[in-house]
């Protein structure tokens, strides 16, 4: 929920820890502190309120070298800023592994437009057609690419700017001519890192093949009397179990009228299932049996 927090000036704006607090809390998902000063009055009282965020963050794993809670109540903007890169690193471009914050990202890059050869975060993308070409490869069907490129740097980040935000709700954090000129390598990193967020989605709503497991199965029952001559009328009462990796499968047996019947059972995960069949309390020929799903 947004909480309608403002942030006029870093190194004034977050001196009582209650924005620390809650930007960590909104940017994070988590609680960060159970209790904390509401109302900080006294030094101690903030201090406390932002040491309660840099521990929130020491549990997060993230390691915080030569920054205390008086540095930011004092107003440090130097530490402050650095802080607030490091918060951006974890959870916005959300590092993961061994690999760099800038390579991983610029790894994902790479693997989307891989005819532009993207090496950096700051002159590779002056001229505007590879934010295009990233635009129009996370979501496509923007752009009519190369047709649609302009003859100048700021128009093409422009289009990629507007269409990105049209069409992926992407925020305009940097700005056309900025990048065009000097691009700032950090600006870009959190910017194009909203565009990996927004493919991440899409790829969680597709199905992968080797990701889907059968969910269901029927096995077929043919009744037999006593000589092995086989039944042509309902009424037996026959029972199915299905044991798997997470215990017993419940299966529901269905009574054909005709002698047969349809055992019928769900599958939660990927493995091998043992299905018995029994009627009187007994196995019926080849029960039981396997069943892999994967």
């Given amino acids: 929920m947004e909480r309608r927090l403002n942030v006029n000036d870093l190194s004034t704006d977050l001196d009582t820890g209650l924005l620390l607090l ?76 061994d690999n760099s914050a800038r390579q991983e990202l610029l790894d994902w890059v790479r693997s989307r437009i891989p005819e532009y050869n993207i090496n950096n975060f700051a002159s590779d993308w002056q001229n505007g057609r590879a934010l295009c070409a990233l635009a129009e490869a996370v979501q496509p069907g923007q752009m009519n690419l190369p047709g649609d490129f302009k003859k100048d740097a700021i128009s093409n980040l422009q289009m990629a700017l507007d269409k990105a935000h049209d069409n992926m709700k992407i925020p305009k954090l940097v700005d056309a001519e900025d990048v065009a000129n000097s691009p700032d390598e950090l600006a870009m990193m959190t910017y194009i890192s909203y565009y990996r967020d927004y493919w991440t989605q899409i790829m969680d709503k597709l199905a992968w093949p080797e990701k889907c497991v059968f969910s269901s199965f029927t096995c ?34 269905l009574d054909n009228q005709n002698g047969t019947y349809s055992i019928s059972y769900r599958l939660a995960d990927p493995g091998t299932y043992t299905i018995s069949v029994k009627i009187q309390n007994k196995d019926i020929k080849g029960s039981p049996f396997t069943q892999t799903a994967i």
């Fill in 220 to 253: 077929h029952v043919q009744a037999a009397n006593k000589s092995g001559r086989a039944k042509n009328a309902g009424g037996d009462i026959f029972t199915g179990e299905v044991k798997g990796p997470r215990g017993v499968v419940m299966a529901e047996v």
């Fill in 22 to 97: 809650n930007l960590l809390e909104q940017i994070s998902g988590d609680q960060v502190a159970t209790t904390y000063n509401k109302s900080p009055k006294m030094r101690v009282q903030k201090i406390e309120n932002v040491n309660f965020s840099l521990q929130f963050l020491t549990k997060k794993g993230i390691k915080l070298v030569g920054i205390d809670g008086g540095n930011i109540v004092d107003g440090n903007l130097k530490l402050i800023l650095g802080l607030i890169w490091i918060i951006i690193l974890r959870f916005q471009i959300q590092v993961q592994g």
